[in-house]
């Protein structure tokens, strides 16, 4: 009886997952710099979709140096699929992935304070869009409208290694926004 309820649960998440997911558009243009979307994916827990996520990069933009690349805009747009995912949850999710950063130390209290600007609830269908200006610096953008500008190199590092660094908060997830294969 057990396993079948925990069959029934997973198929029903699995159902939900899969209606979730809205395709990202191919381009995105913010302060006048028009990127193309390289890959896209879903941010699970356990099997509930959380977010979609979408990279997008210049057309000149080397894949191999993404998050070191300082000259070229990029962005990741962050759709919020879930009502699951509150404030102080994506504050204390991002803060995980930062803490990952081997110079993490270097930016925390950048860190803190950005992170400090989330005290208005997260609602399910909020966009997140994390730009990485060459001339401004990373400047987050909710629903279209600025939210926080971080004019520091290590700071936009770290962002967006929190998906595309050494250790991502999910592999495949990475593998996606870098528009890669998976090998067996």
């Known amino acids: 009886m057990k396993n079948w309820l925990i069959a029934g649960i997973?198929?029903?998440?699995?159902?939900?997952?899969?209606?979730?997911h809205a395709e990202a558009p191919d381009t995105l243009t913010l302060n006048e710099a028009t990127m193309t979307k390289l890959g896209e994916g879903t941010r699970r827990?356990?099997?509930?979709?959380?977010y979609d996520i979408a990279l997008y990069i210049s057309d000149n933009q080397d894949v191999e140096t993404i998050t070191t690349?300082?000259?070229?805009?990029?962005a990741l747009r962050i759709e919020v699929t879930s009502a699951l995912v509150s404030s102080a949850l994506f504050a204390e999710a991002l803060k995980d992935g930062f803490t990952k950063y081997e110079r993490y130390d270097d930016i925390s209290e950048?860190?803190?304070?950005?992170?400090?600007?989330?005290s208005e609830e997260i609602v399910e269908g909020d966009v997140y869009t994390v730009f990485s200006d060459p001339v401004e610096g990373v400047i987050t953008y909710r629903n279209g409208e600025v939210f926080i500008v971080v004019d520091n190199p290590t700071f936009k590092d770290a962002m967006?290694?929190?998906?595309?660094?050494?250790?991502?908060?999910?592999?495949?997830?990475?593998?996606?926004?870098?528009?890669q294969r998976r090998r067996r």
């Open 160 to 179: 967006f290694s929190i998906w595309l660094g050494e250790r991502p908060v999910n592999r495949r997830l990475k593998a996606r926004l870098l528009n």
């Open 69 to 74: 690349e300082l000259m070229n805009p990029m």
């Open 45 to 50: 827990k356990f099997v509930v979709p959380l």
């Open 10 to 20: 997973v198929a029903v998440a699995a159902s939900v997952a899969s209606l979730a």
């Open 110 to 118: 950048v860190v803190d304070n950005y992170l400090a600007q989330f």
